[in-house]
């Protein structure tokens, strides 16, 4: 371990802290400054970038409605009222069709196609042997009940289709009840 | 290359490691350049032929190599050293300086206002040596007459200080420790207590011999003591466990002011 040795000197009788001392406290204060004025350019940067970020991400998703406003509170209960009448949409009468449908008819009936929508429109493309399998399928669509009221109105044979095995029809109803 | 000293440019004269001069009441005697890194490998065997001669004194020195640099080590002889009280309410060392010159101006009457002094430091403990041969001014005046650079003027017992801590690394481990820096019969008595400087006065021998030393530890408290000088009159006795000396102590001047570089393959020594 090297012990403090004193070190008297006559040209020097006054100890004092040397240049080497002053220089070695200019650079540290010096280091300092440059590390400084980087830090603050660099939160700078920081700052700009989230505000760009902040910006760009704004569109993307969407805002959701301040609490406590009386209109947007109402627009929320329109759409409710919507969704809860699409839910009670009778989805299985248009299932149901398709089969009494085919169960009417004698001889051979192929169903093709089937569309529903929301509209309440239905579409039935089939194939058929002769004329009169398509206006008994039509028929029964006619006769089909729900709860003593029936399901279709205006109810017809939209095209038919000739050819030498057999013939294509469609079949177009509208659901009867409630407009969409 | 390398002509007289007188020839060469001063520039080099300059950057050439300084001489390191023992300075006594009786002579001056040149220990050649200090031990150190050289920039220039080259130049340290093409020094000045004379390693360590003897002159008259600083100024005899100063004309025989003009323009060369020079740290001067000083006698006890020349000195008187101040320990200044831990207690003492004195802030720097200019508070020091004043202190002590006005303590030496007491004993020592007038003349004390105009030498030179040093403060130093040690482990907590301030000192002030005192130059009472002469004064700056007139080594000053020497030195700048040749073209000299004088870069230090020093007490030698802190180099001798320093060589002892090397030589004798005990002295630095003991609780208590002595160092008897020997001028003839002027002795610098330093205590370390753990290698810290604890106490530092001159004591005078009534005779320069080996007895005369040891009897001064007599009446001491009991320290792992080394002592380093010269001035003696015989040498010390073979199984002396008390007092511990380090070189001999016989001779006009300090066999060494430095410890010699130890050779670069000790390591592999076995």
């Excluded at chain 2, 205590?191 to 009446?219: C, I, M, S, V, W």
Aim: proline share 7%; net charge positive; with cysteine.
């Amino acid at each position: 371990m090297k012990h403090r040795l004193p070190r008297p000197d006559f040209l020097q009788p006054e100890a004092r802290p040397g240049v080497l001392a002053w220089a070695w406290c200019a650079t540290g204060l010096l280091v300092l400054a440059v590390a400084g004025l980087d830090a603050r350019s660099a939160w700078v940067d920081q700052q700009a970038s989230a505000r760009q970020w902040a910006v760009a991400a704004r569109p993307a998703s969407p805002q959701p409605p301040a609490s406590g406003d009386r209109i947007a509170a109402e627009k929320r209960a329109q759409e409710a009222r919507r969704w809860l009448q699409r839910l009670a949409h009778p989805w299985a009468d248009a299932w149901l069709a398709g089969e009494l449908a085919g169960q009417a008819v004698q001889g051979r009936l192929a169903w093709l196609n089937l569309e529903h929508d929301l509209t309440g429109q239905l579409r039935l493309a089939g194939w058929a042997d002769d004329a009169a399998s398509a206006q008994a399928a039509a028929a029964a669509l006619r006769r089909q009940m729900n709860d003593g009221v029936p399901s279709w109105a205006a109810v017809r044979v939209a095209s038919v289709e000739r050819s030498n095995e057999g013939q294509r029809f469609e079949i177009v109803a509208q659901r009867a009840g409630a407009a969409p | 290359m390398w002509l007289a000293t007188t020839e060469r440019p001063a520039w080099t004269n300059r950057l050439a490691a300084p001489h390191v001069l023992w300075m006594s009441p009786g002579g001056l005697r040149d220990f050649g350049p200090a031990p150190g890194w050289r920039p220039l490998a080259g130049a340290r065997g093409a020094q000045a032929p004379a390693a360590s001669d003897w002159h008259t004194n600083f100024d005899a020195w100063c004309q025989a190599h003009a323009g060369r640099s020079c740290k001067l080590v000083l006698s006890a002889w020349l000195l008187h050293e101040l320990m200044l009280d831990k207690n003492l309410p004195l802030t720097d060392d200019t508070a020091r300086l004043a202190y002590a010159r006005n303590l030496l101006r007491h004993y020592h009457g007038e003349p004390a206002v105009h030498w030179p002094l040093a403060a130093w430091q040690a482990a907590g403990r301030h000192g002030v040596s005192a130059l009472h041969a002469t004064t700056l001014g007139a080594l000053q005046t020497s030195a700048h007459r040749a073209g000299v650079l004088l870069r230090s003027v020093r007490p030698w017992w802190s180099l001798a200080l320093a060589v002892a801590l090397q030589q004798a690394p005990r002295l630095a481990r003991a609780d208590l420790g002595r160092l008897l820096v020997v001028d003839g019969t002027l002795v610098t008595q330093i205590d370390l207590a753990r290698g810290q400087l604890t106490r530092l006065q001159q004591r005078q021998l009534p005779e320069p011999t080996q007895a005369a030393l040891r009897a001064t530890q007599q009446e001491q408290a009991e320290a792992y003591t080394c002592a380093l000088g010269h001035g003696m009159q015989d040498e010390p006795p073979a199984n002396d466990d008390s007092l511990r000396c380090l070189g001999s102590m016989q001779g006009r001047s300090p066999a060494a002011l430095w410890c010699a570089p130890e050779p670069a393959n000790r390591a592999f020594n076995a």
